[in-house]
């Protein structure tokens, strides 16, 4: 399996445009999250899904922040419209449960935002 | 919800000498504690966990500590080399029902040679 996959690897953009991080979690996954890394904040969890279902948006910064899983193989994460403040690197991991589950997180690469 | 608090945030060693991390959970309720390391500019990636069931794990140079009733959890790493540099982060989550893995704010650890 390739891994987690995440596009784009970088983005640079300015205040106001629209932003979509994309994610391909690993095939037989249930489990999608996406976090947010600053070096303030270290690593934020923004949204979790189960099973293609948003099970808590609570880190969700606002309004401005949505994500969406239309499929098992698919997860999306747009900001509109975006901020300065917004910059960070934004991953996405997935994890499966089962019998032989180890609870092992696997995270993509990782997308490097920007916003002038 | 759970919160998950880390110390130091900063670790400089000699290289050979002893690192550890401490970490902190609030959710008495939580019972699965792994541990990542993010090298620069990569993904963290799991080193070692452990779970409620057990009060310590070794794995090589690295072992991990748990005390449940006072809800704190460390990460032990013994004769440190450089390639060990990076951001070591804990994280807390529960094993059944919704697993929501709450990370701690990171720990960048630096041995020099």
């Known amino acids: 399996d390739a891994g987690v996959i995440q596009s784009p690897r970088h983005e640079v953009t300015e205040m106001g445009q629209e932003v979509t991080l994309r994610c391909k979690p690993i095939s037989g996954h249930d489990y999608l999250f996406w976090y947010r890394q600053t070096m303030m904040r270290g690593l934020e969890l923004l949204i979790y899904f189960n099973n293609n279902v948003p099970i808590d948006d609570s880190g969700m910064p606002e309004d401005r922040f949505s994500a969406k899983m239309p499929n098992a193989s698919f997860s999306t994460l747009k900001i509109q419209p975006s901020e300065p403040r917004d910059s960070a690197v934004y991953f996405c991991a997935s994890r499966r449960t089962g019998a032989s589950n180890t609870g092992e997180l696997f995270f993509g690469e990782g997308s490097r935002l920007t916003v002038l | 919800g759970e919160n998950v608090e880390q110390h130091p945030s900063t670790l400089s060693v000699q290289e050979g000498d002893s690192a550890v991390i401490k970490c902190t959970y609030s959710d008495s309720a939580s019972n699965y504690f792994p541990w990542y390391k993010q090298e620069l500019g990569k993904r963290p990636q799991l080193i070692i966990d452990i779970r409620s069931n057990v009060g310590e794990k070794k794995d090589q140079r690295i072992a991990v500590t748990l005390n449940k009733t006072a809800k704190h959890f460390s990460l032990h790493i013994t004769e440190t080399q450089p390639e060990d540099s990076a951001v070591y982060f804990c994280?807390?989550?529960?094993?059944?029902?919704?697993?929501?893995?709450?990370f701690g704010t990171g720990t960048r650890l630096l041995v020099s040679p």
């Open positions: 994280a807390a989550s529960r094993e059944t029902g919704f697993q929501k893995l709450v």
